[in-house]
T-cell receptor
C-alpha cells in the first residue's frame, strides 16, 4: 500500500517567518493530497488540498506544491502567527474500484510559532 | 448541523472487556471511516464504509469490528480490549470518492489497563 513520510517531525519558527513541511509518497497512482491541521485536543481539519493535475495551489498565507515526478509535496506557511501553532498532517489518497480511495497520513509535524 | 459526533469522549477499560464506540453524521455523506491516532504515528485507518451496506478493512483492522447501521451511523467494536488498543479514536465522513474532504469527529480517548 501507499507509504507517506513527513519531515520534519517538529519545527519551531519565529513569528513572521515562513515554515515549510515536506512529504513524500510511494504510490504513483495517488492523485489527491490534502493537508490537515490539528490543534491541541481538537479534531483534524482540512486546511488545503491539491489534485495530481495541479502543481501549486495557494490560499492566503498557505500554499501547497506538488512534484509528481519526484513523488513529493510540500506545505508552505508564510508570515507565521502564534495561532498557526499546531500539528500538521499530510495525506495521499489512491483511488481503487469505482468509489473507493485509500488515504494514508504522514506521522505529523508539530509546528511552534514563537511570538 | 452537528457535523460528526462521537460517544463517549473518554473511556477506561480493563484488558478483556468489550465496548462499542458510536459515530453519527448529519451531512448525508456516503462514506465513513474509523481511525486511530497514536503519538508519532499519525492517523491510521482501521475500517471504512464507502457506502451504506458496505464495510472494508483498512490498514490496522485486527481486534476491531464495525457496523454501518444506516447512512448516518458507523460503530466500532472492540470485542476483547488489549493495552495495545489504548489510543485516540476518530470517526470521519465524506461525500465519498477521491477528492472529497474528510470531516472528523471530536475523538474518543480510550485507555486499556
Amino acid at each position: 500500500g501507499e507509504n507517506v513520510e513527513q519531515h520534519p517531525s517538529t519545527l519551531s519558527v519565529q513569528e513572521g517567518d515562513s515554515a515549510v513541511i515536506k512529504c513524500t509518497y510511494s504510490d504513483s497512482a495517488s492523485n489527491y493530497f490534502p493537508w490537515y491541521k490539528q490543534e491541541l485536543g481538537k479534531r483534524p481539519q482540512l486546511i488545503i488540498d491539491i489534485r495530481s493535475n495541479v502543481g501549486e495551489k495557494k490560499d492566503q498565507r498557505i500554499a501547497v506544491t506538488l512534484n509528481k515526478t519526484a513523488k513529493h509535496f510540500s506545505l508552505h506557511i508564510t508570515e507565521t502567527q502564534p495561532e498557526d501553532s499546531a500539528v500538521y498532517f499530510c495525506a495521499a489518497s489512491t483511488p481503487f474500484g469505482y468509489f473507493n480511495n485509500d488515504m494514508r497520513f504522514g506521522a505529523g509535524t508539530r509546528l511552534t510559532v514563537k511570538p | 448541523n452537528a457535523g460528526v459526533t462521537q460517544t463517549p469522549k473518554f473511556q477506561v477499560l480493563k484488558t478483556g472487556q468489550s465496548m462499542t464506540l458510536q459515530c453519527a453524521q448529519d451531512m448525508n455523506h456516503n462514506s465513513m471511516y474509523w481511525y486511530r491516532q497514536d503519538p508519532g504515528m499519525g492517523l491510521r485507518l482501521i475500517y471504512y464504509s464507502a457506502s451504506e451496506g458496505t464495510t472494508d478493512k483498512g490498514e490496522v483492522p485486527n481486534g476491531y469490528n464495525v457496523s454501518r447501521l444506516n447512512k448516518r451511523e458507523f460503530s466500532l467494536r472492540l470485542e476483547s480490549a488489549a493495552p495495545s488498543q489504548t489510543s485516540v479514536y476518530f470517526c470521519a465522513s465524506s461525500e465519498g470518492g477521491t477528492y472529497y474532504e474528510q470531516y472528523f469527529g471530536p475523538g474518543t480517548r480510550l485507555t486499556v489497563t
